[in-house]
């Protein structure tokens, strides 16, 4: 049998002054908690729970990725633009006056590109998720109607696609401005305008990682129209 060991403890802050406790003890280590108030083991539901959560609070509504590749890759064709105005519906990510055009650059899971592997459906809570794209399909909608009302004209580009072809999707909006007289007749590939496309990448990768900082640190300027 082990020997008992004696151990004093001294409480304070108490109105009623120092009280003394004696605790037995065997000697053993006790868990700190115990096991009916230790945490329970995440189960497999609530770990794709908290991954979907922790990857949907690190998603950008603007300034991603993809959109800094479009405006890097346009800046240097010789295209202005203005960013995401707010007295134009749905606040464009691009915004050409000179050409009364804008450019929507959709996230291909929140805006649910069709046959696109990007777009998956979540497996968790997928009432709430259809509702959900439902809704924003319904903006989008409405938002391409209501400019075209106001006589400009729309183009939608998708995430996969600057992904996978930088180079020719950044082409085809440039060629597509350049149905107007005044805008630059100019592609990548030709003249003075080549372009590494890994270069284009790494530069808009590090313009949105200085735009996360100075997010966090609260010191962010402005949006302009230059990329550079």
Known sequence: MHPTRRREIVSGGSCFGRVMISVRSTGKRLSQQPASQQPAKKTA??????DMAHHL?????????????????LHR???RYRLHRKDLPGKPDLVFPKYRSVVFVHGCFWHRHIKCKDASMPSINQEFWINKFIATIRRDSRVLRELHDLEWKTMIVWECQLEKDTIATINK??????????????SFGTGSARVNRRELIRASAEK????????????????SGSFL
């Not at 539901?45 to 908290?50: D, E, F, H, R």
């Not at 949105?208 to 949006?223: D, F, H, N």
């Open 57 to 73: 609070s690190s998603v950008r509504a603007s300034n991603t990725k993809p959109e800094w590749i479009l405006r890097g890759g």
């Open 173 to 186: 909006v440039a060629n597509w401005l350049s149905q107007e007289k005044s805008a630059p007749n100019i």
């Open 45 to 50: 539901k609530q770990t794709v729970q908290l």
């Open 77 to 79: 064709l010789g295209f």
């Open 208 to 223: 949105v990682r200085s735009r996360t900082r100075g997010y966090s640190t609260g010191v962010l300027a402005a949006s």
